[in-house]
């Protein structure tokens, strides 16, 4: 049964980025059914997750077994054995899974992946480095929290260049191609800040939108 509206998710390889994602998701609140066909990892996080598998991920009938095509998204994490990678993919897309995303340490593999039917393939090393590269060269960045491949919530301080003017007049939307969703005064937060409030120094804000244009915003002097 679904719980509280949540999503139910999937992981297939429970390694340090499987385990992880698989136990963040939980904390929210997630149905989490975590999949590794070695008993040990799996046994680890037996009570940290709603469900736990051990089977071959390759193995169709083995992943039909477990009614895998009820999970909203199955995520296969396995990063060191692309085989079985490959085969795990195939399997979940042959079964009928509505939304399958996959790990690749490279762009061959992502390139590999998609052209076998992945809907969305991620590197992990490579996104944290441009994440990593944009929080150093953007000073004014205080967090941020990817929405996709290429959309983000970013909170940062006002860019100089912002400060006296108003919402209108900064134009990010059109400028930048991004939102100001929520603006931060010591402790009053202005949420979808109207479009004559004025832009002050030491505002935190709260902006939405492609991470081209908040890269962009995030780098004003």
């Given at each position: 049964m679904r719980r509280n509206g949540k999503s139910e998710y999937a992981v297939i390889g429970l390694g340090r980025f499987g385990s992880s994602l698989a136990l963040a998701l939980a904390e929210r609140g997630h149905t989490v059914l975590g999949i590794d066909r070695d008993r040990t990892v799996v046994q680890q996080l037996a009570d940290q997750l709603t469900h736990i598998a051990t089977l071959d991920s390759t193995d169709e009938g083995a992943l039909a077994e477990i009614d895998i095509v009820s999970f909203d998204t199955v995520v296969v994490a396995i990063g060191t054995n692309f085989e079985a990678n490959l085969l795990t993919t195939s399997a979940l897309k042959s079964l009928g899974v509505r939304h399958v995303i996959c790990k690749a340490i490279n762009e061959r593999q992502r390139t590999i992946l998609l052209r076998l039917g992945a809907d969305r393939v991620i590197l992990p090393e490579h996104e944290a480095g441009r994440r990593l590269a944009t929080e150093l060269a953007s000073?004014?960045?205080?967090?941020?929290?990817?929405?996709?491949?290429?959309?983000?919530?970013?909170?940062?301080?006002?860019?100089?260049s912002l400060i006296g003017l108003t919402v209108q007049d900064a134009d990010t939307r059109r400028r930048f191609g991004v939102v100001v969703l929520a603006v931060k005064r010591g402790d009053v937060l202005s949420i979808s800040p109207p479009q004559h409030f004025v832009f002050e120094p030491n505002d935190v804000l709260v902006i939405i939108g492609e991470n081209a244009g908040v890269?962009?915003?995030?780098?004003?002097a």
């Open positions: 000073p004014t960045m205080m967090e941020q929290i990817a929405l996709g491949v290429d959309h983000s919530v970013t909170e940062l301080h006002v860019p100089r890269e962009r915003v995030c780098e004003l």
